[in-house]
């Protein structure tokens, strides 16, 4: 079974920084996306990032970016100029290409320092 | 814009009550998803149907959770009696094959 894990529970932010927030995952199947959701304290989950596996380019939205490392089943997500409006609840995620289900993983609770 | 909707947003019901959650999918989506949000567990997929099929319910209490797509543009998940352990942020997303899913704004259950 499909399994992602997010290792850091809570991390934090000085505004204007930059925080890597980490996601690995673990998977028998080549093709998949992965997806990053952020959940602010409205709790509407909103897509941040995605990711198709077969693309070796890093996907990129403005101050969003990952580093997807395929072979060892890592899929970072990195957030450059942090703004307060970041504070949020980060989910990662990931899918089979051919599947139906999302797979979630525990999320990481993201604070900005002003 | 298309959205997924979720009614109501929050709901306040005395235990042994029913509580019915209803959602709409964006239109197109073939597969439907319902989640329960807790801080103990996280988020919990309780079933999902694709072509208004159920494929999975495994995740759901089958003695009292019942999830339903009477039509393409209607899902309810129903809880019946409902208990305080019910308590929880409840989420429908729709998605098409291969692509994110989308996420209604939730529905907020506090069962006293």
């Known amino acids: 079974a499909q399994t992602v894990t997010q290792s850091q529970p809570e991390m934090s932010v000085q505004e204007a920084e930059t925080v890597t927030l980490s996601c690995t995952y673990d998977?028998?199947?080549?093709?998949?996306?992965l997806f990053w959701y952020k959940q602010p304290p409205s709790r509407q989950m909103i897509l941040v990032i995605r990711?198709?596996?077969?693309?070796?380019q890093n996907a990129t939205e403005n101050r969003f970016s990952v580093n997807f490392q395929k072979a060892a089943k890592s899929f970072s997500l990195k957030i450059s100029d942090s703004q307060l409006g970041d504070a949020a609840m980060y989910f990662c995620?990931?899918?089979?290409?051919?599947?139906?289900?999302?797979?979630f993983g525990t999320g990481t609770s993201l604070t900005v320092i002003p | 814009d298309a959205r997924v909707t979720q009614t109501p947003r929050d709901k306040v019901t005395e235990m042994g009550q029913e509580v019915t959650m209803r959602c709409q999918p964006i239109?197109?989506?073939?597969?439907v998803f319902w989640y329960r949000q807790t801080m103990m567990q996280g988020l919990e997929l309780l079933a999902y149907?694709?072509?208004?099929?159920?494929?999975?319910d495994s995740g759901m209490p089958k003695d009292r959770f019942s999830a339903e797509m009477p039509d393409a543009t209607l899902a309810t998940l129903k809880i019946q009696p409902s208990e305080p352990r019910d308590s929880a942020v409840y989420f429908c997303?729709?998605?098409?094959?291969?692509?994110?899913?989308?996420f209604g704004q939730g529905t907020r259950l506090t069962v006293v």
């Open positions: 998977t028998s199947e080549s093709d998949y996306y």
């Open positions: 997303a729709s998605a098409t094959m291969g692509l994110e899913a989308f």
């Open positions: 995620a990931y899918r089979r290409v051919r599947g139906n289900q999302f797979y």
């Open positions: 239109l197109g989506h073939n597969t």
């Open positions: 149907f694709r072509n208004r099929a159920p494929l999975d």
């Open positions: 990711q198709e596996a077969y693309k070796q």
